[in-house]
């Protein structure tokens, strides 16, 4: 549980940590009202520091046995990018969609109001999704997910 702000009294906390976790729950330092403290609201229980303790060893034994991974990154940061080439026999995108539109006239073109009628009127009407795709000069796809915009999921 979080707090946006809090007013605390721990002149009564009884057991040690019980401050910091009051004041853990609030999100901002700027929020907390601390009203009244005692010594034992900000005392680290023994299990606590024998499991701090622990953890922070831990940690720079970590540190020590991973150094030469920091050190392999430290190296790639300071070698300059390469950029990324392109594949031999890659068509691009202008070439990709010029192919296309030798099929498909209006492939990848936005959407007039003319059309959309067009295609609503004729799937109304039954005609095939082949045959709106060779009226419309769009791929079937195309064709099947703007129904699907416009009719729902079921079109």
Do not use: C
């Not at 999100?27 to 609201?41: E, P, Q, V, W």
């Amino acid at each position: 549980m979080t707090l946006d702000s809090a007013r605390i009294d721990l002149r009564k906390a009884f057991v040690p940590g019980m401050g910091y976790v009051a004041l853990s729950r609030v999100k901002s330092l700027d929020n907390i009202y601390l009203t009244g403290i005692n010594r034992m609201a900000l005392t680290m229980s023994d299990e606590a520091y024998i499991i701090d303790t622990q953890l922070r060893t831990r940690a720079a034994q970590d540190a020590e046995r991973f150094a030469h991974l920091r050190e392999q990154a430290a190296q790639r940061a300071a070698m300059p990018q390469k950029k990324p080439t392109s594949k031999t026999g890659s068509t691009s995108w202008a070439a990709k969609i010029a192919t296309m539109r030798q099929t498909h006239p209006n492939a990848y073109k936005p959407w007039t109001k003319v059309d959309d009628e067009t295609l609503k009127q004729a799937f109304v009407q039954g005609v095939s999704i082949h045959q709106l795709s060779r009226t419309l000069g769009r791929h079937e796809g195309s064709i099947k997910m703007r129904l699907q915009k416009h009719f729902g999921e079921d079109a």
